[in-house]
Nanobody, 124 residues
Framework: QVQLVESGGGLVQAGGSLRLSCVASGRTFNTYTMGWFRRAPGKEREFVAAISWRLGSTRYADSVKGRFTISRDNAKNTVYLQMNSLKPEDTAVYYC?????????????????WGQGTQVTVSS
């Protein structure tokens, strides 16, 4: 089993920044991808960003490109999401996900493990 624990959410004014963290523990894989998804009130869960753990390649949703940065710390088994220039429409519960994937995918059901989520609220 894999356990994912997110932290770093909170309330911030528009234009501000937050950094989310997700620590992975438990079972390991030879190749895997970690991603961030979010679910806003009344909306479907959507892809935000992902990183290939072995290669370090990244992918972003168009809505966050240039504002969000995903990164990893191999030694700490931690993935980060640095969120800058936050907008009210970024308000959502953010979920960390891990999939035994050799390539990045934006499809949420391809990820087999999920964290409990952390709330991000951006006020206008």
């Amino acid at each position: 089993q894999v356990q994912l624990v997110e932290s770093g959410g909170g309330l911030v004014q528009a234009g501000g920044s937050l950094r989310l963290s997700c620590v992975a523990s438990g079972r390991t894989f030879n190749t895997y991808t970690m991603g961030w998804f979010r679910r806003a009130p009344g909306k479907e869960r959507e892809f935000v960003a992902a990183i290939s753990w072995r290669l370090g390649s990244t992918r972003y949703a168009d809505s966050v490109k240039g504002r969000f940065t995903i990164s990893r710390d191999n030694a700490k088994n931690t993935v980060y999401l640095q969120m800058n220039s936050l907008k009210p429409e970024d308000t959502a519960v953010y979920y960390c996900a891990l999939g035994a994937l050799a390539q990045i995918t934006t499809v949420d059901h391809a990820y087999g493990y999920w964290g409990q989520g952390t709330q991000v609220t951006v006020s206008s």
